[in-house]
């Protein structure tokens, strides 16, 4: 089969870019043809000063990916093109390209674009539904874009303008959500049911479980407000034991969080900073549990997937994609999100209780194995690939 991959990545790479690469590689390896489509947000940063203004309607309708990719898709006739990522560089527009030429298109929901402006359904430290309940323009008010309204405005644009143009309702277009919880989102919003089908992420190459772990807990991911690492540093100062803590990733909180551990003098948290990913998950491999403390809805985190393959339980917060992945007692331990006292009692048990730990790190490897390998994520995606093909086809008009 001939795959078009599209993805445009963000300019901090993140666990959207860790996935196309992984089921480019994944589909190769199987023989196929893929081919890829890229623009990266890199390119954001040659316009200056006045060409700035130039981004909003490129945002909504770039012309230049439009006719290019148009081009592509006559020159490689691909049997199927999948989508993960159009924001910024590419926009949706690349979208009425593959309608025209009667080629289906698969479209990952790696965040929740389509509904809300910023994309993660989080504003001023909570959850946030405003965009799906109140209406789409209510991100505006709020400027919950890049804490901009005039930004939020051009993203609000770009969603509504493709509502009006019924990119995302065409028959030709399908869905992967990555969890059942970011499904019924979808669904609910309208898209419907029978065209969203249902693929977690998955780790390659196999990360392993390690004979033994080390003396740490570990957090992994991207230093930003709506990961809440701030819960977890204060839930780490509540706590009775003091385990040494590495945080792993950088963002926009970094240097802060970094001082406010040092002004507390919180000298068991470590500060690693942006690691290549294979420096990333051995240190997952031998943590003792792994802590997410996320109070946005997370579609499906990479990480926990990393932490269930080497074998290493997971302290989430009781919310979203997360609550449905770690299994409370099983796999991992939920926690309120937001509530620093009820991450501290969770960390405290579970470095107290080594055995029962264990036990949990045998059961996150055993849903490794059966949900989350390459092997297993080929099948699930060659089903949808074959179903939405054999599903446009039968739309398709016939030869008189």
Request: glycine content about 8%; charged content about 20%; some cysteine.
């Amino acid at each position: 089969m001939k795959i078009l991959v599209v993805h445009n990545p963000y300019q901090q790479l993140g666990g959207e870019d860790v996935v196309f690469d992984q089921e480019c590689r994944m589909l190769r390896n199987a023989g196929h043809e893929v081919i890829t489509y890229v623009r990266s947000n890199e390119e954001v940063k040659q316009f200056v000063g006045l060409q700035r203004l130039a981004l909003v309607p490129h945002t909504i309708w770039a012309r230049d990916s439009r006719r290019e990719f148009a081009a592509l898709l006559q020159r490689e006739k691909p049997s199927i093109v999948h989508v993960h990522n159009t924001f910024v560089m590419i926009s949706p527009s690349i979208f009425s390209a593959c309608h025209e030429a009667g080629i289906p298109v698969v479209h990952t929901l790696h965040n929740y674009r389509l509904l809300c402006a910023a994309g993660i359904f989080y504003r001023d430290g909570h959850v946030c539904e405003d965009c799906v309940d109140k209406g789409l323009w209510s991100g505006v008010v709020h400027g919950c874009y890049h804490n901009s309204m005039a930004t939020t405005a051009v993203v609000t644009g770009m969603i509504a303008v493709h509502r009006g143009l019924h990119t995302w309702a065409h028959p030709g277009h399908f869905y992967i959500a990555l969890s059942e919880f970011a499904r019924r989102k979808f669904i609910k919003s309208g898209i419907p049911e029978d065209r969203v089908f249902l693929k977690p992420n998955f780790v390659d190459p196999d990360p392993t479980m390690p004979t033994e772990k080390d003396e740490y807990a570990v957090f992994a991911g991207r230093l930003s407000p709506e990961k809440r690492v701030s819960t977890l540093l204060d839930g780490w100062e509540r706590g009775r034991t003091r385990f040494p803590l590495f945080i792993l990733g950088g963002g926009p909180e970094q240097s802060q969080l970094a001082e406010v551990a040092r002004l507390r003098g919180l000298s068991g948290i470590h500060f690693k900073g942006h690691l290549p990913r294979p420096e990333v998950i051995a240190t997952i491999r031998k943590a003792r549990f792994l802590v997410f403390s996320s109070e946005w809805y997370e579609n499906f985190p990479v990480t926990i997937a990393e932490a269930f393959g080497t074998g290493t339980p997971v302290i989430c917060s009781r919310l979203g994609a997360m609550e449905e992945i770690v299994t409370h007692g099983r796999n991992g331990l939920h926690f309120t999100p937001g509530r620093a006292d009820d991450l501290a009692e969770k960390m405290d048990w579970a470095w107290c209780h080594p055995e029962e730990l264990s036990a949990m790190g045998r059961e996150a490897r055993h849903d490794f194995e059966t949900k989350y390998t390459a092997d297993i994520n080929y099948k699930l995606l060659m089903n949808i690939y074959n179903q939405v093909i054999e599903r446009t086809n039968v739309l398709a008009p016939q030869p008189a």
